[in-house]
């Protein structure tokens, strides 16, 4: 019998994950389906109750849904408990496993994809929620020169740096938390931009002068270019959208539910075309 998965959110008409995951089971010749299911915003765990009884073997999770899916999961990664969310549900006979793929996702996708190793890399991550939460210790993991954190509420992303210094193996990198206009006499070599503002074409309150020459400037929204992208290449940055990131979130929930790890580069191409 054919393998049944999906993808849960709300919304979910937009979701490319169906003809991503399409793709990979085609690659590596798996026999799956693989759907989109919109989720009732106060009935995720009923949807997923309903999804194990047509016998899914496991979903992704997207927007609004992680926490909740990080509550309903018996067993959680590691990564997950480091990101506080799950974006990925494994269904077995003994209870639901949750696990976080978006940070390696991201990492993966930079290191990879781009060329640009992150080690000794000075970093500015904006954004202090669930986005930034989810690649935040597996930035950290490639060991950074530093890490900062910038937030329109900055105690949010203080808190972020207190639960880093709560975790001795990770201060090898020095972590810490501006505001915006306390950024003027930075530079960095990679921008991380994981809030919603291109969403709106809202114009981020950054210094023009925090790009160093050669910076990457990657934005995890994807399907545009966002101001803070615009900004950037004025500026002389390399810049990115998140679609690589889609899809090699993809390609690691891929292969923790079937055991073979597809080739993103093709299906990127793809989706880009």
Same mark, same amino acid.
């Given at each position: 019998?054919?393998? @049944? ?13 169906? *003809? ?9 010749q ?6 989109a299911? *919109? ?15 047509? #016998?899914l073997?496991?979903? &992704? ?22 990101a506080g969310?799950?974006n ?9 496993? #949750?696990d976080n ?11 990879? &994809?781009?060329g ?9 991550l904006? #954004?202090a ?6 690649v ?12 900062i954190?910038?937030n ?5 992303a ?6 880093i210094e ?7 990198v ?8 306390? @950024? ?8 991380? &931009?994981?809030?919603?503002? #291109?969403l709106q ?6 210094p ?6 050669n ?6 929204m994807?399907?545009k ?7 950037a290449?004025q ?18 929930a ?20």
């Amino acid at each position: 019998m054919t393998d @049944l998965y999906a993808v849960i959110g709300n919304p979910i008409h937009h979701s490319k994950s169906p *003809l991503i995951h399409h793709a990979f089971a085609q690659q590596t010749q798996q026999d799956m389906d693989y759907r989109a299911v *919109l989720a009732p915003l106060d009935g995720f765990a009923a949807t997923v109750q309903d999804l194990i009884t047509l #016998g899914l073997r496991g979903a &992704n999770v997207t927007v609004p849904f992680k926490l909740q899916a990080y509550q309903l999961a018996q067993q959680v990664t590691e990564r997950a408990q480091d990101a506080g969310a799950v974006n990925t549900l494994i269904f077995q006979q003994d209870g639901i496993i #949750g696990d976080n793929t978006d940070g390696v996702g991201l990492v993966r996708d930079i290191v990879q &994809n781009m060329g640009v190793q992150l080690e000794g890399k000075r970093i500015l991550l904006i #954004g202090a929620g669930g986005a930034s939460e989810g690649v935040l210790h597996p930035l950290l993991a490639c060991h950074p020169r530093l890490l900062i954190i910038t937030n329109r509420s900055m105690d949010k992303a203080v808190n972020m740096v207190k639960k880093i210094e709560a975790r001795d193996e990770m201060m090898l990198v020095s972590v810490d938390a501006y505001a915006f206009d306390e @950024l003027h006499q930075h530079q960095f070599d990679i921008v991380i &931009n994981a809030t919603s503002s #291109g969403l709106q074409d809202e114009r981020l309150p950054l210094p023009p002068q925090i790009f160093a020459p050669n910076c990457l400037a990657y934005d995890m929204m994807y399907g545009k270019l966002t101001p803070f992208m615009q900004m950037a290449q004025q500026q002389g940055a390399h810049i990115t959208d998140g679609l690589g990131m889609l899809v090699e979130q993809a390609a690691e929930a891929f292969y923790l539910w079937r055991g073979v790890r597809p080739q993103t580069s093709p299906v990127i191409a793809m989706l880009r075309s």
